[in-house]
């Protein structure tokens, strides 16, 4: 995909004095547009029904329990969210059509080249792990985390995001490249001195983490997760209380609506009351599907937990979700810190480096690692000899 030469030019004045664009791409605007399809879809019957109502106000349209003139033009506010929802994939579209995603030596930069020229840059430096998605079609999606102000990992990484781009391993190929200097160079040697591994090659994970490894790249420990997963009593609050808002405004729909079509005096404009009786059933059905997702999430956590391999390398520490559409998370030494490893009486462990990415409200999410592993002990012991001295809380 080619790059129009005016994005290049508006990203020129953004960049430090000797600083190189290594690498650049444009998203494909067609995949960002029809990223937020269900919005589209909701906005149709949205839209009508406001338009309808509108009308009604107008005296144009007659339903006969809206009086003309009653809040005049108060329904104009709910068909122009209307009309904005209908329009969100063209401007998207537009909006993606100006995007430019580029790699310097020093910064990962999201440049908006519309008429303010807007950007969006995180240091290199301070970047503290990638995770790549691949798509069946060929692109694929890179979000980056990376740590403020210089600090390791804490409590709100920033969040920076390369959507639906082609070639996404020739940006990990770029990152990797830049992270590999501050690895470890004597990292086989801990791991004799922690009193080995098992035999990598035996190893299930071996062969799906090794597609992954770069020229140079070796090998030091790999391992699958074998979490166990318990039945969460709070699934059966969340059932009852979502079947309690899906019968309630049913019945209600129930008899003031469906019970009278057909019979004299009904009026077909009735049924534009729909939606806001489908509002509290839609509430009592995300409940209810909450509370029966969290019965069956065991069984979906020990699935997903089982396409899920992990990995330490000369460079990194990789985690491979092997599913639908190939998921890797890239971990970088030099700001790996808070290493924790707990071990249950089952003799499995876990061993966590990163915090989790913070949630919509900003709140904290579980921190990531290596989870369910059998040697715990020895992972802990290669994370903490792959951090410089500086950065290792236990370091003399």
């Keep these: 995909m080619s790059i129009p030469d005016d994005l290049n030019r508006k990203l020129a004045p953004h960049l430090n004095p000797g600083e190189i664009v290594l690498w650049s791409a444009q998203p494909d605007a067609r995949s960002i547009a029809l990223a937020d399809i269900h919005l589209l879809l909701f906005a149709i019957p949205w839209t009508c029904m406001s338009l309808m109502l509108t009308l009604a106000e107008l005296g144009l349209w007659r339903i006969h329990w809206i009086e003309v003139g009653t809040v005049p033009g108060f329904s104009v506010i709910f068909w122009i969210l209307g009309l904005r929802m209908l329009a969100n994939p063209v401007i998207e579209f537009r909006r993606a059509r100006r ?149 309630g405004p049913g019945w209600m729909l129930y008899e003031t609506i469906i019970k009278h079509v057909g019979q004299p005096g009904f009026y077909w404009e009735a049924w534009l009351m729909v939606p806001f009786f489908l509002l509290p059933i839609g509430i009592g059905v995300v409940a209810t599907v909450a509370g029966v997702a969290c019965l069956v999430s065991p069984l979906l956590l020990k699935k997903r937990l089982s396409n899920t391999f992990y990995a330490l390398t000369t460079w990194r520490a990789i985690i491979v979700n092997d599913s639908q559409s190939r998921k890797v998370r890239s971990f970088f030494t030099q700001h790996m810190g808070h290493i924790q490893r707990t071990e249950g009486p089952n003799g499995l462990g876990n061993v966590t480096f990163a915090e989790g990415e913070p949630d919509s409200d900003g709140h904290a999410t579980p921190r990531i690692g290596f989870i369910g592993i059998h040697d715990a002990q020895i992972v802990e012991a290669l994370l903490r000899s792959m951090l410089k001295p500086q950065d290792n809380p236990e370091s003399p």
Aim: charged share 20%; hydrophobic share 40%.
């Design 99 to 247: 995007r430019l995603y580029a790699i310097t030596k020093t910064h990962v930069i999201v440049f908006e080249g519309n008429t303010k020229g807007s950007l969006k840059r995180l240091s290199r430096a301070y970047l503290s792990y990638f995770t790549k998605t691949q798509y069946a079609n060929g692109l694929g999606t890179i979000q980056f985390t990376s740590t403020e102000k210089g600090q390791r990992l804490g409590d709100r990484p920033e969040l920076t995001t390369f959507a639906f781009f082609e070639s996404p391993n020739d940006v990990e190929d770029l990152l990797i490249a830049g992270a590999k200097d501050s690895a470890l160079a004597e990292v086989h040697q801990t791991n004799s001195m922690a009193g080995g591994a098992p035999e990598l090659e035996s190893n299930p994970a071996f062969t799906v983490v090794q597609r992954e490894l770069r020229s140079g790249e070796r090998l030091v420990w790999c391992g699958s997760s074998n979490e166990h997963t318990e039945f969460e009593p709070k699934s059966f609050l969340l059932i009852a209380a979502g079947m309690v808002f899906v019968l």
